[in-house]
């Protein structure tokens, strides 16, 4: 540290012999920056992949306030769409998993100073957050949509004419959904999300416009009444985030997702959690 | 820091608004009409005190009015579907506005009733009218007079009341002003606008009311 001490260039030069020591410094500063930056790509960079397989295990930042992608169930460990998504991808690492429980908050934190290896937090992509952290493929859905019973046929916005689609009043639903459908949609906007599904649930409109997550809460309670996806309204899935310039564990995340989509791991983690199947664009 | 007071939300989007206040307007029309017809039973039963009548509309009268408007208004709108009579939005509002005016009404008109001389009640025996021909030719307009100031306000507070309709996705004033709200956050301006219209509203019932008292009911003496 002495080095970058002296480098200091606020520092008034009477000695006449500063041109050269400065030069020299300005040469050790560089130095010493190299080495840091290249120790620290080094312990984030390839050597990400290897050291959790070294250790044998991988730390995942799961959220424990958040069902059905994370909870704590009855015997105090963390149960969810998320805690299955990361045993999964231990499992496709050969590795074992640590949860470690965070918050909505701390969740990005936790990764970037080497808490976790991985967030596996229902964790929306946005702009932002891609400057710090890097996404992998998407793993769950997360979207807003239009729902309806089972035996109703709907494919598109335009199909809605003449029918009446409960949505509460100002939410995003109402918003987009109103730029989409054309005139002659029944909208019919309730004050909260609870009278909006009441409203559904009790035969007073025959679509309802909410997210995938109370839908999954309602298909719970309610098996009779199986919401089906019609149509989407706005979608934001959710990615596992890493650091950023770990290619080989991205790809290996990347890896034991696509391998869990294609045998079906994934669609039972989203039909036991969610109650509904994944959507095909996922 | 001063607010900067945007009315542009108004202008573009009066026909929401415009439709809002017919709304309001029609579900005071028709609450208001089912529920003072609903009264004047209501008191006329109280008055009487006909054995088993009575206890029904004193129950009825008592439900109604020791319940909040909004659990009656959630009752009839999500609770009554269980049963099979599933009303949309304005019908469940009308209905709830009418059942709420009804109870409250039914005990003003019964004081009207019960507020009249005795010596009317001697006139009509004398006259060997029936007791249906007393009540209807001689006791309800005197008693419908001496409350008629009662009634209007009654009828104004359900008015108002009826933003509460708002809840069942109606798009009355209320409804249409928090829509608009949410979506160009002008909180202020239009609750402000709202606000207005419920208090023009108001003083126009009450004139309209008002003549209709003098027009059809003032005539009958006390």
């Known amino acids: ?282 | 820091m001063p607010y900067q007071f945007s009315f542009e939300p108004i202008y573009d989007n009066w026909g929401i608004l415009a439709e809002g206040v017919l709304t309001t307007l029609g579900l005071t029309l028709a609450g208001g009409a089912l529920g003072l017809g609903l009264g004047v039973l209501g008191a006329v039963v109280r008055f009487r005190r006909t054995p088993v009548q009575y206890q029904i509309v004193t129950a009825y009268v008592e439900m109604v009015r020791n319940t909040p408007f909004l659990i009656q208004l959630y009752f009839i709108f999500f609770g009554l579907p269980s049963l099979g009579l599933r009303l949309a939005g304005w019908q469940a509002s009308i209905l709830a506005m009418a059942l709420n005016l009804g109870a409250y009404s039914t005990e003003i008109i019964r004081a009207g009733l019960e507020s009249l001389p005795r010596g009317l009640f001697e006139a009509a025996a004398a006259l060997s009218l029936t007791p249906r021909q007393t009540l209807r030719l001689v006791l309800l307009k005197p008693a419908l007079k001496n409350v008629w100031p009662s009634l209007c306000s009654q009828v104004i507070i359900v008015m108002l009341g009826s933003s509460v309709c708002s809840q069942l996705a109606v798009v009355e004033l209320t409804s249409a002003a928090s829509l608009l709200q949410a979506r160009t956050f002008r909180a202020f301006e239009l609750y402000l606008f709202a606000t207005a219209v419920y208090l023009l509203l108001a003083v126009l019932i009450r004139f309209l009311l008002r003549r209709v008292g003098r027009r059809f009911i003032a005539r009958g003496r006390p």
């Open chain 1, 1 to 282: 540290m002495t080095g970058l001490g002296v480098a200091r260039p606020s520092r008034p030069d009477t000695s006449g012999r500063g041109g050269r020591r400065f030069g020299t410094s300005r040469f050790r500063f560089l130095l010493l920056a190299a080495v840091l930056a290249w120790s620290v790509h080094l312990r984030a960079g390839e050597g990400a992949l290897d050291a959790i397989k070294k250790a044998g295990l991988l730390k995942v930042a799961v959220p424990q306030d958040f069902p059905p992608f994370g909870s704590i169930g009855t015997d105090l460990k963390p149960i969810g769409y998320d805690i299955d998504t990361a045993q999964l991808i231990a499992d496709s690492l050969g590795v074992g998993l640590e949860l470690v429980p965070v918050t909505s908050t701390n969740r990005v934190p936790y990764l970037t100073t080497g808490k976790a290896d991985l967030i596996i937090s229902s964790l929306g992509k946005n702009p932002d957050r891609e400057k710090v952290i890097d996404f992998s493929s998407a793993y769950a859905p997360f979207y807003s949509g239009v729902f309806g019973p089972v035996d109703a046929v709907l494919g598109a916005p335009a199909d809605l004419v003449g029918k009446t689609v409960a949505v509460t009043r100002g939410s995003v639903e109402d918003l987009e959904l109103a730029k989409m459908i054309p005139a002659g949609v029944d909208v019919r906007r309730f004050e909260d999300n609870s009278s909006t599904i009441s409203a559904y649930l009790t035969g007073q409109s025959q679509f309802v416009a909410t997210g995938n997550i109370v839908a999954a809460t309602i298909n719970e309670h309610d098996p009779a009444k199986e919401l089906e996806p019609k149509f989407m309204i706005k979608d934001s899935p959710c990615y596992v985030g890493l650091n950023k310039n770990q290619p080989e564990l991205l790809a290996a995340v990347n890896s034991a997702i696509a391998q869990a989509k294609r045998d079906g791991r994934l669609e039972a983690i989203a039909k036991k959690w969610l109650r509904i199947s994944l959507p095909p664009g996922l």
